[in-house]
């Protein structure tokens, strides 16, 4: 039964934070420096969330394994310019490679 309440409760704090947003004012959100946050705050987020996950070992030590090599890869694609789904194809190959070579 404690499953359900914590389920509850996410999902209430989910609505409320969905609410809260929503009754900003809106010449809060027209101010630049608010702008501009709420433009590069999605791209720092997922920089952060990347490089966790390329770079997180055990026990939060460093970890260069062949995610790092994928993650090389896709950088290298993304500075060819090359489409998106090449970077994505390029990441994928690179790091089956290197685990395959067992790194």
Same mark, same amino acid.
């Given at each position: 039964?404690?499953?359900?309440?914590?389920? +509850?409760?996410?999902?209430?704090?989910?609505?409320?934070?969905?609410?809260?947003? =929503?009754?900003?004012?809106?010449? +809060?959100?027209?101010?630049?420096?608010?702008?501009?946050?709420?433009?590069?705050?999605?791209?720092a987020? =997922?920089?952060? %969330?990347?490089?966790?996950?390329?770079?997180?070992?055990? @026990?939060?030590?460093? @970890?260069?394994? @062949?995610?790092? @090599?994928?993650?090389?890869? +896709?950088? =290298?694609?993304?500075? %060819?310019? +090359?489409?998106? =789904?090449?970077?994505?194809?390029?990441?994928?190959?690179?790091?089956?490679g290197?685990?395959? %070579?067992?790194?």
């Open positions: 039964m404690s499953v359900w309440w914590a389920i +509850a409760v996410t999902a209430a704090g989910c609505y409320l934070v969905k609410l809260l947003g =929503l009754s900003v004012p809106a010449g +809060a959100l027209e101010r630049p420096l608010v702008r501009r946050l709420a433009a590069l705050l999605p791209v987020l =997922l920089a952060a %969330l990347t490089g966790l996950q390329t770079f997180g070992g055990q @026990a939060g030590a460093l @970890a260069l394994d @062949a995610r790092a @090599a994928g993650l090389g890869a +896709a950088a =290298l694609a993304l500075l %060819l310019r +090359a489409p998106f =789904l090449v970077v994505i194809g390029a990441a994928v190959v690179v790091t089956a290197a685990r395959a %070579l067992g790194g």
